[in-house]
């Protein structure tokens, strides 16, 4: 796993990954204490992938950071090399996130600090700090805590560190 740690962008301590899963490192930025369970897979050909600290993906977990360019008449889509401006866009996964199993997390998307974005979920649209999101498209379901419980537990994180 060290080996293939370097070709991280970025890469913290204590991060968690099976080398062979389908990852475009070199576009992807990853903080300290993360485990991404086996299947993944990030793409990110022109856009960055950035993973802050303390986030936790289950297995078989998809990010997509761009798209394919279909706006070309005369052309197959296949044999369109060259991006429009929107066709990629970065992906932000704040600290302390959990991404269910199976979940997909689609281009110009940030998943908010303490959020959980349920197992099967698709994810196209930000989701807001402590959030838990499910479903095809990802909906609010509700927060994980009350706005005193996150004043709480952030002032205790803070105390941690």
Known sequence: ??????????????VIFNPFDQIDY???MVGNDVY???GATFAASESQIII????????????MGGD??????GEYMFDVKHKNPNDDQP???????????????LKGVTI???SIVAAGSLVNKNVENY????????????????????????????SKS
């Open 26 to 28: 070199k576009n992807i």
């Open 112 to 114: 908010g600090r303490g």
């Open 52 to 63: 802050k600290d303390k986030v936790m993906f289950g297995p078989n977990v998809t990010i």
């Open 131 to 158: 959030s838990i999101v499910a479903g095809v498209p990802a909906k609010h379901i509700r927060y994980r805590f009350s706005q005193d419980e996150i004043t709480k537990h952030e002032n205790i994180i803070k």
């Open 1 to 14: 796993m060290y080996l293939f740690k370097i070709r991280f962008k970025s890469a913290g301590s204590n």
């Open 68 to 73: 394919h360019n279909y706006s070309v008449i």
């Open 91 to 105: 992906v932000s996964i704040m600290k302390d996130v959990w991404i269910g199993a199976g979940a997909t997390i």
């Open 36 to 38: 991404i369970g086996g």
